[in-house]
C-alpha cells in the first residue's frame, strides 16, 4: 500500500475555500489513481471525487460539482482537493485514499489517510 497523510483541513465560514493536500510515499504515486471521500458526524462515509492516474480524467460527486477541484501533482506525490464556495453541509472528515476507481463505495477502498477535518461555520 502507499502511505497517505492528508493536511489542510481547518474551520472555513460558508462562501469560502480551503485546499487539501495528500503526501504519498512508500510507493510510486503515478501507478495509482487516487480519490477523495468524507465522513460526515453519523453517515457514512462517501465519495467526493476521483482522479485518474495521469490526471487526465476527473470525476465528482454530484453535491460537489462545479465547486471542489481535484488534481495531482505525480512528480511531488501529491494529490490536492480546492474547495471552494464552501456549505455546512460540506462539514466532514476529508480522507484520501488510492486505487480506486470513479464513484466507489467507501466499503472497498482499503487503501486509506487517516483524513483532516473540514468545518463550514454558517
Known amino acids: 500500500q502507499v502511505q497517505l497523510i492528508e493536511s489542510g483541513g481547518g474551520l472555513v465560514q460558508a462562501g469560502g475555500s480551503l485546499r487539501l493536500s495528500c503526501a504519498a510515499s512508500g510507493r510510486t504515486f503515478s501507478n495509482y489513481a487516487m480519490g477523495w471521500f468524507r465522513q460526515a458526524p453519523g453517515k457514512e462515509r462517501e465519495f467526493v471525487a476521483y482522479?485518474?492516474?495521469?490526471?487526465?480524467?476527473?470525476y465528482y460527486a454530484d453535491s460537489v460539482k462545479g465547486r471542489f477541484t481535484i488534481s495531482r501533482a505525480n512528480a511531488k506525490s501529491t494529490l490536492y482537493l480546492q474547495m471552494n464556495s464552501l456549505k455546512p453541509e460540506d462539514t466532514a472528515v476529508y480522507y484520501c485514499a488510492a486505487d480506486i476507481i470513479p464513484y466507489m463505495s467507501a466499503r472497498l477502498v482499503d487503501n486509506w489517510g487517516q483524513g483532516t477535518q473540514v468545518t463550514v461555520s454558517s
Open positions: 482522479v485518474a492516474r495521469s490526471g487526465g480524467s476527473t
